[in-house]
């Protein structure tokens, strides 16, 4: 990108709307080039937007080091479990359900993030779910002869049970909010609280 490029861009940005700029600031600071950013922090100064539109921005394009991802790993695992209210060592479970209409069939998968008592529960639930009411459809009998025989060696084994890669993508996915709160254990606690509740509603 030479330096007229620059220029065009800073010309189109003074010509935006505040509320495009505060879009921009909250939506869309991450996949900007370092130098548009720079430019865009301008604007929000130049224009005397509020100074938490630079917080969005710096938070949005944090970029974890491996000792900063282990350590909001173990505050997510150390955090109460949103279910129970009690029990903690959180960790990821996928949960399938699947439902056979007539020739339709639903599938559901919820990536939740729960202590072991709630995650196995979930997921015994989920197995019986798909037990009694998979089968009523043509695909759906195909489905969940599969996921029946999945499950069940699941269970018996413990095979890939606990999941690491929920709790990334949670990470990845509130980062900007947890970065806002320096990272503090309450808030990241609160936030798998609307986690969960968001794909418990699925």
């Known amino acids: 990108m030479g330096y007229q490029d620059l220029d065009d861009i800073r ?7 505040d509320e495009k700029i505060i879009k921009m600031a909250k ?10 950013v720079l430019i865009l922090l301008h604007e929000i100064e130049s224009r005397q937007l509020s100074s938490k539109l630079k917080d969005y921005v710096f938070a949005s394009r944090r970029i974890l080091s491996k000792l ?34 007539l020739i339709e069939t639903i ?19 989920a197995s019986r779910q798909t ?38 993508n949670f990470l990845n ?4 909010p947890i970065t806002l709160g320096n990272d503090d254990a309450q808030i990241i606690e609160n ?3 609307k986690y969960n509740q968001r794909e418990l509603s699925k």
């Open 68 to 101: 900063e991802k282990e350590t909001l790993r173990r505050k997510v695992k150390e955090s109460r479990c949103s279910l129970c209210r009690e029990n903690r060592e959180l960790a990821g479970y996928r949960v399938v359900s699947i439902t056979g209409i």
């Open 191 to 193: 936030l798998l609280e």
């Open 11 to 17: 010309r189109t940005y003074q010509g935006y709307q």
């Open 173 to 176: 996915e509130y980062l900007v």
């Open 27 to 36: 939506e869309e600071a991450r996949g900007l080039r370092n130098e548009v």
């Open 107 to 125: 599938s559901i998968e919820q990536d939740l993030i729960l202590c072991e008592s709630c995650g196995l529960e979930r997921y015994r639930k």
């Open 131 to 168: 037990m009694m009411f998979g089968w009523w459809s043509i695909l759906g009998i195909i489905q969940t002869s599969g996921e029946v025989i999945h499950k069940t060696r699941r269970l018996l084994t413990g095979e890939e049970l606990e999941r690491e890669d929920i709790i990334d």
